[in-house]
């Protein structure tokens, strides 16, 4: 019986070992309106056959009364860059909870229940999406994830000193207030941002920032300064504006590690964005004679693997993944502007760069040095809610060799012609989204079978669905089903036998949609 015991223990040791318990803040939202956030714990349990259990214990709606527990089984696993995708679409019967301060579950009244699910999970970390249909939808987010700036609205400012000298700078961002360099203390003198609260056309918020150029011994020499705003940290390290020793940077191992407000000098982003938008009203001041030309804005936006980046910068930089860049931002009257700026990854593929922090910079003029010379009409440009897109549409799909005509709108497909068994091998889709996960689906039906295929934004929040219904083909068993990374063309075991997924451990071959190949290894 000691024996006994003795193995039962260890059993439960290893169970307990292989579950994370992850406290964080959940937001719910009830047929699209927001009810607010709570703190809340999320449960994974590994499971024996690579899958987890998701537990959501003792959900609640606020305001509105209790749920109960979501638990989700044998969720499918990919790994992706040390960092674990959990994803699932099941049909689940929610189950009383045990908190003693609610009276009644509501949950269980609602019988099967279709439940989505999107993750992102370390071992420190999850990021999770939570679709319930029930109650007219209930969306749930849970943790912040990295895929978005900090403060993206410009509602919440601090206080930034400079010697005397003080400036409102948005929280997560930077001016010239906190600049290192030769040349700081010439440049920090002066304010470069200030709260506004003009904002953009249907702004849900009251507040936007105004970054305003400014002028160098002034009255004297006049020596325009561009106006400009950071996620990294401003450096003044020449008299020359247009040497890069003056630029933006970041770089995680950056000595300076905070701002007086507590902040880094460098934004968190893990995804990969497809385009930046923002929101701009820009007003060109008064230019000299021969700078007549230098009449533009600009937005730049370089995704790095968190070692240091200038910008201005080194342009053969290995660690940069992918960059967005407008530096022809027109006046247009001094009205808001929408602008988007797609990220360029073709041109970085060789660096092989894991995207780990992006460096935005915003500055009054392109042209680094000029600016408006006149005191009384100087350059601006105001911002508010800049976003990074993450697209989740279908772009290319073969069946069995056979291309399928996607048409924008359109969902649902039909493939006659085709014969034999259709496994997950012979099917291959890509997405426009640089980081999408993709998840496919082969189901029989009468008569052949149906493919579905859906495509998730990276950062989870979006979701398209695609079906094919296949004729004259077998599949092997009733329903079979695998998710990928955008980007996988094929996975192939270290001695070359193709897989549809990286389900068991050891070491694949993994050759992208762009014709590279990289080792990974699934522990």
Partial sequence: MKKIITLSALALMALTANAEDYTDQLSVALAGNPLGTQETTISVDAQDNGKYTLSLKNFQLAGLGGIGNIVLSDVDATEKSGRTVLAADQVIKITEGDDPNVSMWMGPMLG???????????DD??????????????????????YQIKNSGFEEFHTATAGNATSDEPNAWHSFMSCTGDFASMVSSTPHTFISEDVRPGSTGSKSVAVVSGIVFPGLLNIPANGTMTTGQMKAGS???????????????????FDGNGD???????????????????????????????????ISAILTNGGYYQDPGDSIATN?????????IESKDFTWQRISIPFDYASYVANNAEARALLVTITTNAQPGVGSTDAANLDSIYVDDIELIYNNNLTALNIKGTDIALEAGKADYELSGASGELSLNDITAEA???GAIINTVIENVEGGALVTVKVTSNDYLKTNTYTVNVKGVTTGIDKVESTTVNGVKAIYTIDGRRVSS?????IYVVRKTDGTTVKVMNK
């Fill in 239 to 257: 008299i020359d504006a247009t040497d890069t020793d003056n630029c933006a940077f970041l770089d995680f191992e950056n000595d300076s590690v």
């Fill in 264 to 298: 880094p000098f460098y934004t968190v982003i893990e995804g990969r964005p497809d385009s930046l938008a923002v929101w701009v009203k820009f007003k060109q001041g008064t230019l000299a004679e021969e700078n007549a030309d230098y009449k533009f804005a600009s």
């Fill in 125 to 146: 970390n999850l990021y999770a999406v939570i679709t319930i249909d029930g109650f007219g939808g209930v969306d749930v987010v849970f943790g912040e994830g990295t």
């Fill in 432 to 434: 426009d989204g640089q």
């Fill in 320 to 328: 940069v993944v992918a960059k967005a860049a407008n530096t022809q």
């Fill in 502 to 506: 990286m389900d068991a451990k050891g």
């Fill in 112 to 122: 099967d229940v279709p439940v989505s699910l999107k993750a992102d999970m370390t």
